[in-house]
């Protein structure tokens, strides 16, 4: 397995229908909002949590951040979580970065008895925001029992959705933080899996309606270098007149005018780029219909197409 040496940047839109992508839970649980603008937000660590547990669940792989219940039915603390692995510091750090893929990753602090370790993550995601000005919509239905002993009458359910909401992430893999945490190209072809198919796979109530529907993944010759914010350059264009009123992937399309030319500007620094586009996913580039893994090899950059 051979270690990371090089920067990365990735970009990852995914969409939700009916449903509450982030709730927050200081605000009864409604979904995260920009209340100056309504744009929709959703944390890095919901989709951080989003990879841990498609990892840990379906590609049974050990993370260290997960919820273990003891026998006695109390829940694991960090410190005890930390001792599973070691007796000392150095014996716990060593066996949690050999063992658990997520410290890798995102590193993490690992608390121990009389000391700690910290490990910086070299993937690191900003704040997820829509892409358009998101409606949030109040739901409210009734339970399936009684309120109290004696009612007669059910308890009340109530939650806020949203409608439909686009929202994208950007992030990039530090190839400085990596050689720290000994995180591998291995490990980074299990990131991009997590992305895509841990949102796919994310089933609840909640997320259901949660779909992956754009990866890219940027790989530099450089080291110490990245274009930065690639995912300014894709541009939700509608012709709905309130933003709030999209459905739906037959709304809009994605304008990439933007994306495309800082990908032309920094070609011969670029090795590569691996990318999975959603077929129903509308993109266009100067106003017309284009395939984006085909748009990017007409600037002379190799296109990888993921096939998730």
């Known amino acids: 397995m051979s270690n990371l ?15 509450n992508p982030n709730g927050d839970p200081l605000d009864g649980n409604k ?24 990892l840990h669940d379906y590609k049974g792989l050990e993370i260290f951040v997960r919820e273990i219940v003891k026998e006695n039915g109390t829940i694991q603390s960090g410190k005890e979580r930390s001792m599973d692995f070691g007796k000392d510091a150095k014996e716990v750090a060593k066996n949690v970065l050999e ?19 910290t490990f ?9 925001r829509s892409l358009h000005r998101v409606e949030l919509t109040y739901i409210k239905g009734t339970g399936a029992f009684a309120s109290g002993e004696s009612s007669k009458q059910k308890t009340f359910r109530e939650e806020y959705v949203v ?3 686009l929202i994208g992430f950007y992030g990039i893999i530090n190839e400085n933080a990596a050689k720290h945490t000994k995180m591998t190209e291995q490990d980074a072809e299990l ?19 949660q779909l992956p529907r754009l990866l890219m993944k940027v790989d530099y010759k450089e080291e110490n270098y990245h274009i930065g914010d690639l995912l300014s ?76």
């Open 5 to 19: 040496t090089k920067r990365s940047e990735l970009v990852f839109l995914y969409d939700i229908k009916d449903a």
């Open 31 to 54: 979904p995260r909002m920009d209340e100056e603008t309504g744009i929709n937000l959703v944390t890095d660590v919901r989709l951080k949590r989003t990879i841990r547990d498609y």
């Open 99 to 117: 063992q658990c893929i997520d410290v890798r990753l995102f590193g993490a602090t690992i608390p121990l008895p009389n000391d700690s370790v």
């Open 120 to 128: 910086t993550g070299p993937v690191q995601f900003n704040i997820g």
């Open 163 to 165: 409608p439909y909401s």
């Open 191 to 209: 990131l991009l899996d997590g992305i895509w198919n841990g949102t796919k796979n994310l089933i609840s109530r909640s997320k259901m309606g």
């Open 233 to 308: 350059g894709i541009k939700l264009v509608t012709g709905k007149t309130d933003e709030r009123e999209i459905r739906g992937l037959n709304d809009f399309t994605l304008e990439i005018n933007g994306l495309m030319s800082k990908l032309t500007k920094n070609s011969e620094i670029i090795t590569g780029i691996k990318v999975q586009a959603d077929d129903e996913l509308q993109i266009q580039l100067n106003e017309k219909p284009v395939d984006l893994a085909k748009a990017i090899s007409d600037i002379g950059i190799l296109a990888e197409v993921l096939k998730y």
